[in-house]
């Protein structure tokens, strides 16, 4: 599940590179803020993106810290370089071989309700993924 949110998201955000990368790292890392600027929908998304990165950075910390896990701290300069939405799931992915080796009784569980909500938000996420890829064709 995690492979392939981090697949998907990866594809969804890579494509909408291609305007940046012929201006090169510096410039087009420029170019890349300022568009996020352009209007009020990109500015609203990058705000709460932000900060919603700086919540679950700190639980990765802690989370990586609590489980033992090696290189947790790798995930920061990946979800700024390539990109949260991938670094994010990858983390996951290690996460749970992290827990894998935890007794039984300590593994936490969402339920089937927790899991349902969870396939709908990733549903939404694809669909809009999706979307925004033919929007490039």
């Not at 993106?49 to 700190?58: E, H, K, L, N, T």
């Amino acid at each position: 599940f995690y492979a392939l949110i981090a697949v998907a998201a990866l594809t969804g955000t890579a494509a909408q590179l291609k305007p940046y990368l012929s201006l090169g790292v510096v410039q087009g890392n420029v170019q890349f803020w300022q568009d996020t600027l352009v209007n009020s929908a990109s500015r609203f998304i990058t705000v709460d993106i932000m900060f919603v990165f700086a919540v679950v950075w700190r639980w990765m910390v802690t989370e990586g810290r609590r489980l033992k896990m090696r290189g947790y701290f790798w995930y920061l300069p990946t979800s700024l370089l390539i990109a949260f939405s991938t670094a994010l799931p990858v983390f996951m992915i290690h996460r749970e071989i992290a827990r894998s080796r935890l007794n039984p009784a300590e593994q936490e569980d969402t339920g089937l309700a927790g899991a349902i909500s969870v396939l709908l938000v990733a549903g939404v996420a694809m669909a809009y993924t999706w979307r925004a890829l033919s929007a490039l064709m």
